[in-house]
């Protein structure tokens, strides 16, 4: 009875997850659907959903106990803020659609209106302003607003996921607190923190302050101000920093429900913070994608999570909802095995910026001439991993017995750009770059475990959500 009272619950509850008529104190339910990859598995799903919201959630309950109602809410959220109006043809998008709502008026705004925030802005930081360095470190994200009974200024940030190659770049750029780094990529002013990772960082001193424009033009200071920010993958990362900022300011009532989030920063307090959540799949590869040997990184705040792909009931349960039982994710072991390989690697982030060579000898000239163009074309950016920045084919050189040698420069950062193009665009980049690296044996197994283990990568991280929201219901 307990599993069948289990599965009845995450069934139901999915769908009903909660949303409310305006910002009031009494939920009221609207039914939907959510469409896209993050909740359905493929692009074109649709999970038919009742969405629910209570104002309380972020205005009075208590911020640091988890509410599974608001986890919920905050999901939809998440998936909500991956629309985009470019692809509004090709039906690929996330977006949450209510039922009589004609699709051809769906924009950003639709969704938080319907529930009563007054205010509503969507945020394309790079389309905003010009970055004179470090332009993969840009933010997407939608801010609302409402008064609640003339007491409280309630806002909700929804930071967007990675869409654009650049924010993908972002994530595995974790920077170095010295001139090794700095020679290499030059300053960055707006990396703040040192203790975090520099892409999610300086993303989210961009964020930040497209919040602290929005607040203060729908602030009311005889208010208290209440926040939830959320996001699924890149943008549970800058959520995740965010709402740590947010709450050792202690300025306003925060609450921050993450998806899926990388590590975030080494900082010895993280866990201290209280209102932060954390829920994703314990077996999401993205959730640790850079595991250095000896310099550890964590989220802040509280991991909710198990590995739900080893969860019969749940799986089963979800099935049924979904209709489909394709969910794969990484195995256990697949990932011990990336987390070894990774840090025997690279110890820590200082180690990725070190210089490394490999030389290969040719019986002539020619041969050393096509290699070295070769090498060129692999490592370009048109046809290549576009690693030029991190990595260099040096002079051929004529040696004893007259062969030729030919020296190519390289660090673990052009490697990490490498897997992350492995991660994006699948198997045709798995031979180019193994044969750029083929003299560096750890690279290449790290890259043919990637390569082997792409579905349950993207597949675990893609529709995790749906399963960590039935869990969380559950608890």
Known sequence: MKRLKISLIIFTVILSIALLAGCGSTATTYPAHVEGALFGGASDDSIAVDVTFDSKWITKNDNTKYNPDLAAFAALCSADSYFRLKDYDKGTQNRVLFDEEEESAYDFTTFFKKLGFTEVKHVESFSEKEYAS??????????????????????????????????????????????????????????????????????????????????????????????????????????????????????ARTYTYTFNTADTTCSEDAGEYKTVFNIFDANDFFTDPLPFGTEKFVRYGTDVTEPISNNAELLNALIELKGRDDYICVEPDAKAQYQELFGAAFSDRASLYEEKYFTETFATKEEAEARAEELQNLIGKENGLGAEAFCSVGEIKEVADGKFELTTKYNGAAVLIGFSKLLAYGPSVYEPLVDLFAQDAQVCDIATLLSDNLAGISGGHLIANSYVLGQNVAK
């Not at 497209?210 to 926040?227: G, H, L, R, T, V």
């Open 134 to 251: 470090d332009s993969n470190d840009s933010v997407t994200m939608t801010m609302a607003y409402c008064n609640v009974d003339k007491k409280y200024d309630m806002y909700v940030v929804a930071l967007r996921g990675c869409f654009s190659s650049g924010e993908w770049l972002s994530v595995f750029d974790p920077g170095c607190d010295g001139d090794i780094y700095t020679e290499l990529t030059g300053e960055h002013p707006e990396w703040t923190n040192k203790n975090h990772f520099k892409g999610m960082d300086i993303a989210a001193n961009r964020a930040d302050e497209f919040i602290k424009e929005f607040m203060a033009a729908n602030d009311d200071p005889k208010c208290k101000d209440c926040i939830l920010f959320t996001g699924h993958s890149r943008g549970g990362s800058l959520a995740n920093i965010l709402g740590a900022k947010y709450e050792k300011e202690g300025q």
